[in-house]
């Protein structure tokens, strides 16, 4: 909930008016639902038919918009980019619905050797361990369980029913959504002659660096001698799989149903589309693009877009992909080549 004039708004924004400038912004909305007392914004041109429909009090907008902003009913704010300015009004209102209550739940149960910051926020059905580190500012959500020799570092959010096995390191400014379970064993066993198997120790950790952000219900594998490793920036989407002694390098980003395999090594600023799989033991280079659903099974050492199962470079799988929509025509065509094959060779003979 916000209370702001639309002139104020747009002096915050840096932004032209365009209207009374007297209208209350209370709550922000999308293009397509907002309605009286609402901020919206326009960025894109393909919803530029909800300029006329909307019922928005405010909309950022940007210049090449302008021709198409006549209602008087509406305030337009004409800035340089209308979605980032848009996130950043967000981004605010976020900061201030932060709970920073610094209390400790009498419901929880913590561990006498554990080092807590005076000013977290610890709520009921926290398990801490012995001789967990939990750093200033940090909130830990109901049921979370933090098992022993946990570092969770400054200003993190650990949201509900977590698990952070023992010698797992979080840094700082870090956000793990509800369900993640990190530092769980990694999938290690050896097969015996007769079938069975036996379990390897995964003796290692995980290490998270700061900023990063984990989607609700990914697992994370401890490594099974050293640590897995998550870079500072990286960012996780829901339900993605990292498996042991993986490394993730910096600003990488991934989407839901990501699968890694073991001892996978990724780059920086790497882009992994939806339910990509990675097979264990590769590299992949920094600034790669993997579009979703992509198979990687060898090395990628090259920087680019690949696509496919097993992945190629973008536009030579897309030609074949375009090929193999052809296929059933090209049959047939080949078929009716053979009859004729078949008819010439009888004449002939």
């Not at 909930?1 to 747009?10: D, F, G, P, S, V």
């Not at 064993?185 to 036996?198: H, L, N």
């Not at 490394?247 to 989407?255: L, M, P, R, V, W």
């Amino acid at each position: 909930m916000i209370n702001i004039k639309t002139k104020e708004l747009a002096t915050k924004l840096n932004g032209r008016l365009i209207g009374s400038g007297d209208l209350s912004i209370l709550r922000l909305n999308k293009i397509a639902e907002a309605l009286e007392g609402e901020l919206t914004f326009l960025n894109d041109e393909k919803y530029l038919h909800f300029i006329s429909k909307t019922k928005a009090s405010c909309i950022l907008v940007k210049e090449s918009f302008l021709h198409a902003c006549n209602n008087k009913n509406v305030d337009y704010i004409v800035v340089d980019n209308p979605h980032a300015a848009f996130v950043g009004i967000m981004m605010e209102i976020a900061e201030t619905q932060k709970t920073r209550n610094s209390t400790i739940s009498p419901k929880a149960t913590i561990a006498e050797s554990a080092d807590i910051a005076d000013d977290v926020t610890i709520e009921a059905g926290v398990v801490i361990g012995e001789n967990c580190k939990i750093g200033s500012g940090s909130v830990i959500r109901a049921n979370t369980v933090l098992y022993e020799n946990v570092t969770v570092g400054k200003n993190n959010c650990i949201n509900s029913n977590i698990s952070l096995y023992n010698d797992t390191v979080v840094g700082n400014n870090c956000i793990i959504h509800a369900g993640a379970v990190i530092g769980s064993d990694g999938f290690g066993f050896i097969e015996q002659p007769d079938g069975k198997y036996i379990k390897v120790p995964q003796l290692g950790n995980v290490i998270i660096h700061d900023n990063v952000e984990i989607g609700a219900n990914c697992t994370i594998d401890r490594a099974m001698i050293g640590s897995t490793i998550i870079k500072s920036g990286v960012k996780l989407d829901n339900l993605i799989h990292i498996a042991h002694n993986c490394e993730i390098g910096k600003n990488t980003a991934s989407a839901a149903q990501t699968g890694i395999s073991g001892s996978t090594i990724i780059g920086e600023r790497v882009k992994l589309g939806g339910q990509v799989g990675l097979a264990g033991h590769l590299s992949i280079a920094d600034d790669v693009i993997l579009l979703a659903q992509s198979g990687v099974a060898k090395t990628i050492d090259k920087k680019g877009t690949y696509f496919g199962a097993p992945a190629k470079d973008q536009m030579k799988a897309f030609k074949i992909e375009a090929v193999i929509r052809h296929l059933p025509e090209l049959m047939y065509e080949i078929r009716e080549l053979q009859k004729k094959v078949k008819n010439i060779e009888s004449d002939t003979i």
